[in-house]
């Protein structure tokens, strides 16, 4: 038997997880945004949020309704502190100097891909998922074995739970053009230094994949 990371989707084990995408760093008026004033916003961000609106965010959409009509499990994780002072975050993010508190309107999933009905959401305060929840004891829980991931930033948090969820003995399909970072040279970079771990997919790949199941 060949061993290989290129294995279609299975829907009954795998799960579709949304990375971050939330109003903290998602929306215009988000805890990592809203205190910039137009010029150093747009210097900064704006072909970050020029690429997520026009192209991003509709992909994602595409891929949440797909997946949703495949039976594959959507779940989401977002920055969010187990309290309201963060005191609970990690080092890194006390040191990063942000906290999204816990309940916060930062902390919510965009409108645009809003979970539906009991679909999960754990919360984290470190940069990998599977570091500061138990999203593997629930991945491992619901039959999972793949693992779809999109979502923000691509070179941090997305890296992150790549590296981790491989690590841990999953099949992860990174879909390259449903993930995002701040400048496109180092979105490139991330997808050419993490496409040893993972099968990168375009959202036509992935529609088409989930179309003809």
Known sequence: MTLTRNVPLVPEQSALLFI???NFAAHREGGEFKDLDAAEF????GWFFDELDARVIPNMQAIQTASRAAGIEVMY????????????????????????????????VIDQIAPRGDEIVL????????????????LRNLGVK????????????????????????YLV?????????????????????????????????????????
């Open 20 to 22: 971050d995408v939330q």
């Open 42 to 45: 747009t210097s900064k961000y």
């Open 123 to 138: 919360p984290k305060s470190s940069s990998s998922v599977f570091v500061s929840t138990h999203i593997d004891y629930v």
């Open 173 to 213: 399909t990174q879909v390259v053009d449903a993930c995002l970072t701040y400048t496109p040279e180092r979105h490139e970079n991330s997808l050419s230094t993490i496409k040893g771990y993972c099968r990168q997919v375009t959202t036509a790949d992935l529609l088409a994949e989930l179309g003809g199941l």
């Open 77 to 108: 994780t977002t920055i969010e502190s187990l309290t309201l002072d963060g005191r609970d975050r990690s080092l890194d993010y006390k040191i990063t100097g942000f906290n999204v508190p816990k309940g916060s309107w930062d902390g919510k």
């Open 146 to 169: 793949q693992l779809v991931l999109c979502g923000l930033i691509t070179d941090q948090c997305v890296e992150s739970a790549i590296r981790d969820a491989c690590d841990l003995g």
